[in-house]
């Protein structure tokens, strides 16, 4: 069984920072692709960065270049997402998730969820 709890959101004005942590549960951490999802109110969710554990591959919603990083401590079993440069439509649930896949495919399609933290972003 695969578990990922999320942490590390919170309120922030806009233009500051946050960093999102996705604790993973797993058996072989490396066999793994992990990215983020982001849900605002009364929107569908919506991709936004994913990363290969073994490799460090890396992928990026258009709407999140060059603000978010995706990054993954291996020895922790740990990705993170640190979004600088906030913005009020930043406001969302963000998800973590994952598929059992070392090779990252772009539309990720995820096989476990976590529960979600909220990021609310304030003008």
């Known amino acids: 069984q695969v578990q990922l709890v999320e942490s590390g959101g919170g309120l922030e004005q806009a233009g500051g920072s946050l960093r999102l942590s996705c604790a993973a549960s797993v058996r072989t951490f490396s066999s793994y692709q992990v990215g983020w999802f982001r849900q605002a109110p009364g929107k569908e969710r919506e991709f936004v960065a994913a990363i290969t554990i073994r490799s460090g591959n890396t992928y990026y919603a258009d709407s999140v270049k060059g603000r978010f990083t995706i990054s993954r401590d291996n020895a922790k079993n740990t990705v993170y997402l640190q979004m600088n440069s906030l913005k009020p439509e930043d406001t969302a649930v963000y998800y973590c998730?994952?598929?059992?896949?070392?090779?990252?495919?772009?539309?990720?399609?995820?096989?476990?969820w976590g529960q979600g933290t909220q990021v609310t972003v304030s003008s």
């Open positions: 998730a994952a598929k059992r896949s070392a090779a990252l495919i772009i539309p990720l399609k995820p096989d476990y």
